[in-house]
């Protein structure tokens, strides 16, 4: 049955992607499309922004929820919270891609989402969710004998550091070898002259031109070195992430679930 997906932020470089992917895959539909309040796109036909490829169909001001099976929302945090509101009054499924919410905000989701289906994550990339699991393997196999070291590269425009990716990355091998990230990480070395401390987690960062997302993380030991690498090389990447999510909610009773649940990770 073809998926009926509202998509936020027309305006914005992930609604713009997602929408996209939305339009490619021909087991979903886009059927609405939102900018925010105020915004020079509302009333205009989304024809017009992504090309005839798309469906023709008029941006709207605001969400809206009707006869929509699912929405995916990278906006702003204050934005989605109140997408997810509305979700969850109308009781249909929702994907978050965005970042950035503080504990209280984050407690205020999980409360109004507590009656529908979610996904949320930091980074809805395929890739990045299998080397998670792949780090915990590494970890769970070479972690105590290996150096472990985190590099990311992302374009000059990144204001946080390092990437929020490093650090679940960081937390995936943590959580296999049963330490603390806060405990071992590493994000400065330039203020103490000495060896490296045994245990600890590097992580190092680059910031250069239009680089989408890099990260590499090292097990380094006496004689060989692991390297598992991620690249993305455009938000298509988390577009069709979010959109997998989307096919995995409708049906699921509520609760909040991960991209491990929804690629049989977990
Ligand atoms: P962007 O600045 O290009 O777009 C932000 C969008 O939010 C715009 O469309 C804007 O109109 C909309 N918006 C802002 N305030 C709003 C409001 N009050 N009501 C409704 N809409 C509002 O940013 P982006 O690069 O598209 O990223 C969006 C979010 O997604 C960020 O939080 C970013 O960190 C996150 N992100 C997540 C992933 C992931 O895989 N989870 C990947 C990339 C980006």
Known sequence: MTLRVAVTGASGRMGQAVARAVIADNNAELTAFAARPGSG???????????????????TETLCVDAVDVVIDFTLPESTLANATLCADAGVPIVIGTTGFSDDQLSALDASLASVASC?????????????RLLA??????????DIEIHEAHHKHKIDAPSGTALAMGQAITD?????????????????????EPG????????????????????GTEGERLEITHKASSRNAFATGALR????????SAGNYSMADVLGLS
Not at 137 to 146: F, H, K, N, Y
Not at 176 to 196: I, N, Q
């Open 120 to 132: 949320r994550a930091a980074n809805f990339s395929t890739g990045v969710n299998l080397a998670y």
């Open 176 to 196: 296999a070898m049963g330490t603390s990230l806060s405990d071992v990480a590493r994000y400065d070395r330039s203020a103490v002259r000495e060896a490296r």
């Open 245 to 252: 999510a989307a096919h995995f909610l409708p049906g699921k």
């Open 137 to 146: 393997i590494a970890a769970d196999v070479m972690g105590s004998d290996a």
């Open 200 to 219: 600890s987690i590097g992580f190092s960062v680059t910031r250069a031109g239009d680089i989408v997302g890099e990260h590499t993380v090292m097990f």
């Open 41 to 59: 796109l509302s009333g205009t036909n989304i024809q017009s922004l992504l090309g005839s490829d798309a469906p023709s169909l008029t941006i």
